[in-house]
């Protein structure tokens, strides 16, 4: 990583947490990612410069783990991922049950601190209303 790639990001990642920290309280890692809860809802922000210009901001959140690894509520996450606008739904089956993340990247170049908190906002409270729905029908199994 240049100097110039560094200092970007890292800008970024500095605007990410000003966005957040009207909302959460965030903690910054030893690597510069950003780490905060929703809820009940783990999440991490991470920046990387892909190319010249374009430095993209990734949010990832852990909707539900050790969920029971069900084929109906596996289908039900599967729907919902089909429908969502900020975030790819990913299911994963361990030996414990089943984990579901939400995965958003977007390049963040020029977007205002306040622009950013909105969309942040957005993607988490959509994988806090997902959590609470997939808990809900992992009780009803």
Request: net charge negative; proline share 3%.
């Amino acid at each position: 990583m240049t100097e110039q790639e560094a200092l970007s990001t890292a800008d970024l990642l500095t605007k990410a947490r000003t966005a957040l920290e009207a909302f959460h309280d965030v903690h910054v890692d030893d690597d510069g990612a950003l780490t905060f809860r929703h809820v009940d809802v783990p999440c991490a922000v991470q920046a990387m410069q892909l190319a010249d210009g374009l430095t993209v901001l990734s949010l990832t959140c852990v909707v539900a783990w050790d969920l029971p690894d069900d084929p109906n509520l596996a289908r039900s996450a599967a729907e919902r991922a089909g429908e969502g606008l900020f975030g790819t739904l990913g299911v994963v089956h361990t030996e414990r049950g089943m984990d579901v993340t939400l995965r958003y990247a977007f390049p963040a170049d020029g977007i205002s601190a306040t622009a950013l908190g909105t969309l942040l906002m957005l993607v988490v409270s959509t994988a806090s209303q997902l959590r609470t729905e997939l808990i809900g029908e992992a009780k009803g199994t």
